[in-house]
C-alpha cells in the first residue's frame, strides 16, 4: 500500500473532535480554539499618548521653531498606569509618558527630543498639528470584534493576544485519546537484557515523542 493511500484511509476514519473543556491560559498552548475569542473592551480602552514628551493643545503650538519656542506652562506629570485629573487650557502641558492616558483638553503629544525638558515651563522647538501624535481609544481594535477564529491552534503569538484580552480560561477541543504499541516477536523494551536474536523496539518511542511534541499526549 503506498503511503498516500494509507494516510487516506485513516483521514476517511477520522471523526472530528467536539467535545470541548476549559484550560488555563498558560496550559492552552499547543490546543485548538473550541470558539471565537471577542474583544470585551475597546483596546487601547482609552486615548494614549504613543511618546514621551508633553501633552498640550496642538494650536498652542504650530508657529513653533528653535529660533523662537513656544513656551508653556507644565501643569503637572503622567506615568504610563496614571490619569492626570486636572484639564489642558491654552498655555498649558502635562508631562507625559509613552502609554499613559492623554489628559483633558490635550490634543496632541510633543515628543520631549522637541522640547527642553523643561519642568515649570517647557520651551517646544517643532510644533504638532490637534490629533497628531495622538493613540486613539479603540485604535487596535473594538469591543465585540472577533480577534482570533475557532479552529486556530494556540501558540505563542496566540496566548500573548489571549493575554492582551484579558483571558485567563480558555475553551478548547479535548485532546484526542491515543494508544500506541508495537508488535514483533523480536522486540525487546529499552532496559531489558540483550537476548540472541532480538533487537531493542524503537518505533514506540519515536511515535510517542512525536506526539507529545504535537501536545497530543
Known sequence: MEIEEAVKILCDSVVPIKETEEVSLIESSGRVLAEDVCAEFDQPPFSRSPLDGYAVKGADTLDASEERPVILKVIGKE????????????GEAVRIMTGAPIPDGADTVIRQE???YGEE??????????WSNYCY?????????VILEKDLTVNSGIMAVLASLGKNVVKVYRKPR???FSTGDELLMPGSPVQPGKIYESNNTYIS???MEYGNL
Open 79 to 90: 506615568y504610563a498606569g496614571e490619569v492626570y485629573k486636572g484639564k489642558v487650557s491654552n
Open 114 to 116: 522637541d522640547t527642553d
Open 178 to 180: 491515543v494508544a500506541v
Open 209 to 211: 515523542s512525536r506526539l
Open 121 to 130: 515651563t517647557v520651551e517646544i522647538y517643532k510644533g504638532q498639528r490637534p
Open 137 to 145: 481609544a479603540g485604535e487596535d481594535f473594538k469591543k465585540g470584534e
